[in-house]
């Protein structure tokens, strides 16, 4: 995280986002949030009072749109829709922030979740796709003005005035909604791909030259799907192997596809297939199952069997028939599939609990009061959480030896923090990992704990909510706040 800071990387990317909101921002805005599978058009009114309804068209992006050498067809697609639901919305001219009286025309933030090098609030560049996209004739290109050509091709009113990255969007939602109290940390995507923004502290950003606002942030976007992208400590089983050589964009992206939607499912259907290949199971499966499909098991599995249970064998037996066209599926074949599929959600989970602990170590906020004062309790708590650890340490050492541990009872759990040092580090998050893999949340918080500087007491502080579909209020929450720069 700190090299990215300092230098020019393909991660910890600047968003320009030099404030966040504070609940009472107001206006009617356009958004156009493109994620890995779905195009979004949304029209959506801040309230001022931390609240927002929207109103939206939500398509899916044609795969040879996603895969194509030229950029026009995905340009043209997302233009047409946007030219389609504005001839459904006839009463947008008098709203304020959206084409007035005057003719001005409306005013749109662009949520473009790939990786993209911005260079202002408004452009950008885009480094390279993933989530299986590829358009070569992209690269390099500003999304902001293809997009925009695509807009005036057709004559519309609209104009793209900022571009945001899904994970800064989500973060912005989180603080429009949970107020200026709240002062959210970060947010966190588990959707088709993975990624995290949080606010940073301007003079810590030195890849920006030129920024000297001495209490200024940035919001950053860490793009931390690409982070150890060289595998130094990652985890890494053959299956990991096989699943990248796949993919269009083998090498890059190797914590993403540990952790986010679009692997999960193929990585445990890698695993059954090798399994089936070696006749470990009683169950078989035909030719038309989606175990021989690429990419043919969807991660939503992984939920239903984390959801049925170990204890509803019939359940689970269930939904491998009817998921795999499998027969004669045995409790055990269940059981082991389950296992597996636990496995491959909970290594998930901790690689993303443990890279929310970096950026909650990086912040500072553990150590620091919420007027950014050192905490005087600190020095005691480290006192005590390395009395902890020695403890946990000498019962494993003992272990190892073979000798057994003659303290009977772990170590004294740690006292959480108090008083006002019990302050909530807040971050938002969106996806249908976290939002319904049953234990996703808890194996994140069982990693961060294992990070020796958060800890336990660290790890109570956290809030994790929901900010459902954040991105694309995000988009119009930066478009509202360019529109004030501009007034
Ligand atoms: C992209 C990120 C994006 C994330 C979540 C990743 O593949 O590189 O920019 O935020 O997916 O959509």
Redesign the pocket.
Known sequence: MKDGLAHQRVWQLPSYVRRVPTGGEKGKFLAVDL??SNCRICLVNLHGDSTFTTIQSKHSVPPGVMVNPSSRPLFDFIGHRIADFLATQPDLCSSRGLRNSNQQPYQLGFTF???CEQTSLASGRLIHW??GWDIPEAIGRDPCQMLQDAIDCLRLPVVVTVLA???VGTLLTRSYTSGPTASTLAAI?F?????AAYVEKLSNVRRVSGETKPDGIMVM?T?W?CFDDQMEVLPRTSFDDELDRASADSGT?MM?KRV?GLYLGELLRLIILDLLRGNAFTMTCSNASRAFQRDGIDSSFLSELAKAGRDHAERAIQLIEDTLSAENVSEADAQAIQLIATAIARRAARLAGASLASIIIQSGRLEMSPDGAPEPEYSMHRIQRFTSDMALLWRRLLRLAGIGSPIGKPPVPIQPLKSKWDNIIDIGADGSLIEFYPSFETEMRGAMRDVPEVGPAGEQRVRISMAKDGSGVGAALMAQAASEVET
């Open positions: 994620g890995g979740s790939f990786t993933d989530k990255n899904d994970g995507i959707g088709t791909g993975t990624n976007n793009e799907g992206q993403e986010s």
